[in-house]
Every structure is written in C-alpha cells, then in structure tokens.
C-alpha cells in the first residue's frame, strides 16, 4: 500500500520559532509537493522538487524554504514562524504526470 | 480569474438523489483531469481520473468537454458516506503543477 507520511499530525509553535515539517514517502516517487490549506483558499502549492537536490517556487514560497536531500524525504522549513502561517500543511508525492498522493496532514498552529 | 472554478456549495441532497457537480478551467494546455475527495480533516485521496470519452466507476460518472473547459462529476443514488468536498484537479503539462479547484461540499441527508 502507498504511503506518504508527515511527522506529526499536530504541532503548536510560538511567533519567531524554526518549525521543521517532515514528509516521507515510500513509492520512489521523484516528484514532492508541499502545500497548505485554509478555508475558504483551497490548497495553495508552496513549492515542489523533481529530483533529489532541486527545488521551485510554487505560488506562496514567502517565508518557507524546503530541502530535498534524499529521494524519499521533503522538509519544509518556516524560518521564522508567524501567526498567519497556522494552517494545515499537506506533503504529496507522484511519479513524472501522475495524480499525486497525500499524507494525513499537520495541523499547524502559531501562538 | 481562478484558473480552476467550482461552486463551493454546500449541496444539500437526501440519500438516493443524484447531484452532479461542474467545473470549469481556464487553460486549454491543461492535459489531465481528476476528481480528488476530501473528507473533513483528512487528507485528499483520488476518486478518479477524467477521460475525453468520459469514464464510469460504480455510482460514479465522470466528464469532460474540452471545447468547453469543463469538467463533470455525477454522483448516482447518493449515500451518506458520500458526504465529503470533492476538489476538481487539473494537470498543466507547460508547468508541471497540479491546480486545484477550492472544492464542492456534498452534504447527504437521511
């Protein structure tokens, strides 16, 4: 069975902290995908890596960063953690084209 | 304009009715088509995949017009273990990305 998985389901972080979100998949699958999702806005892609290394912007990189050290793992970074970054994060993964799939999610929150 | 549109709803239907939801996208590069299903606070998981000729999967009917740039899903004797959002999902070969419609709430009521 497929498996995309994210470290934690839900995480609470102060204002100003370095928030690490890990996500790891098991399918060698070369695409990974970070997204979030608010009410009311959908899902909102963060950035993307196609191969070990590499990474692009999606349509909300401000205030993320991500790294792609192995095959399997895509971490997202937030920096320096915000009150308008609580939201559910999303990791998927897919092969070159195909339809994606996702992890459970982290519930993000940013007192 | 939202490259991917669907009316948020909520559709509000008694078991065994049939709804169908649309969707409509604005770049006629786009090359694939899916129907995501998203349950609440759950991650979305694929429902199916859309074809030109249009595709059947049990109580589920897929569509496409691409001279029109939308999208079908027909859902036939509703349950209510379909109550969820489905997402409408277009894939963009010129980058690479998938673009997600804000999705379509389904409530089905006994």
């Known amino acids: 069975d497929v498996k995309v998985t994210q470290s934690s389901r839900y995480l609470v972080k102060r204002t100003g902290e370095k928030v690490f979100l890990e996500c790891v998949q098991d399918m060698d699958h070369e695409n990974m995908f970070w997204y979030r999702q608010d009410p009311g806005l959908g899902l909102r892609l963060i950035y993307f890596?196609?191969?070990?290394?590499?990474?692009e912007k999606g349509d909300i990189p401000e205030g993320y960063s991500v790294s792609r050290e192995k095959k399997e793992r895509f971490s997202l970074i937030l920096e320096s953690a915000s009150t308008n970054q609580t939201s559910m994060y999303l990791c998927a993964s897919s092969p070159p084209g195909g339809f994606q799939f996702f992890g459970p999610g982290t519930r993000l929150t940013v007192l | 304009r939202k490259e991917v549109e669907q009316d948020p709803g909520p559709f509000n239907v008694p078991e065994g009715a049939t709804v169908a939801f649309n969707c409509t996208y604005s770049?006629?590069?786009?090359?694939?088509f899916f129907w995501y299903r998203q349950d609440c606070r759950k991650e979305p998981k694929l429902l199916m995949s859309v074809y030109s000729s249009g595709n059947e999967d049990g109580r589920f009917t897929a569509q496409l017009n691409r001279a029109s740039q939308y999208i079908s899903l027909l859902i036939r004797d509703s349950k209510l273990s379909d109550s969820a959002t489905y997402l409408c999902v277009v894939f963009s070969g010129n980058t690479g990305k998938l673009i997600f419609g804000q999705g379509t709430t389904l409530q089905v009521k006994p």
């Open positions: 770049n006629s590069a786009s090359q694939s």
């Open positions: 890596s196609y191969d070990v290394k590499m990474k």
